[in-house]
């Protein structure tokens, strides 16, 4: 056979084909999983392998169908696939006590592998594979830069507990000096009688500013319980 036999051969649906669909589908959701695990996320290597091979299988099937109805959309279940996937991925996106959200990147990475799984379902094997690489790169090599760009970003925001009786006022003079604002600041619920407030502020310091002194500046205030950067 001729390799352009061979390719045809392999879009079309047989036991060949879809075994080694599903296969793909099952590594290349398995890497991007692996990853995930090893970073004690909330979904890893079986969350994404089973989401790669439902979204591999549901367009099998749609190429299934239109061998017995011809006028069928073989993309219509894939369709549905990327907008369903939705409520997973919101499923690993957690707002902590500290009001510090978490998940988000898993949730995305969740969605790219049921992306990948059509590619593998549907035949299209180099995609499938070039989009696995690419996910890996994103989700392992640019992590750390990805960590620099915001602990660089002239925006900060944060949560910060307040003392009974406390306010900001010291604190807005000690950014003054340093040339920050405090462009925005959202009260939250009391904590107690004695245990003082909650407040989300959004800082500007107008210049490249390493996130950790503007912590260490805040957690100096004898008006702050604690600080989190969200």
């Not at 089973?50 to 099937?61: D, E, K, N």
């Not at 989009?131 to 994103?138: G, H, K, S």
Request: glycine share 12%.
């Amino acid at each position: 056979m001729t390799l352009d036999q061979i390719s045809a051969y392999m879009t079309q649906l047989n036991w060949l084909s879809i075994l080694l669909r599903l296969s793909l589908a099952a590594i290349c959701g398995g890497v991007i999983g692996v990853e995930r695990g090893l970073k004690n996320k909330p979904a890893g290597l079986r969350t994404h392998i089973l989401v790669c091979l439902g979204s591999a299988m549901s367009m099998i099937v749609g190429q299934y169908l239109t061998t017995l109805y011809p006028y069928s959309d073989p993309g219509r279940l894939g369709a549905q696939v990327i907008s369903g996937i939705g409520f997973l991925g919101a499923g690993t996106i957690i707002v902590t006590s500290k009001m510090h959200v978490t998940g988000l990147t898993t949730a995305a990475g969740l969605w790219a592998s049921a992306c990948m799984g059509l590619a593998a379902g549907i035949g299209f094997y180099e995609g499938a594979i070039v989009a696995c690489l690419f996910i890996y790169v994103v989700m392992t090599l640019l992590h750390r830069l990805d960590e620099h760009v915001m602990s660089k970003s002239q925006v900060i925001v944060v949560y910060v507990g307040i003392a009974p009786g406390g306010s900001f006022t010291h604190l807005m003079e000690q950014f003054r000096e340093y040339g920050w604002t405090i462009t925005n600041i959202e009260p939250l619920q009391e904590y107690g009688p004695d245990q003082g407030t909650g407040a989300i502020l959004t800082i500007k310091t107008f210049s490249k500013t390493d996130h950790s002194l503007v912590m260490e500046r805040i957690a100096g205030d004898p008006d702050i319980l604690f600080v989190y950067e969200i």
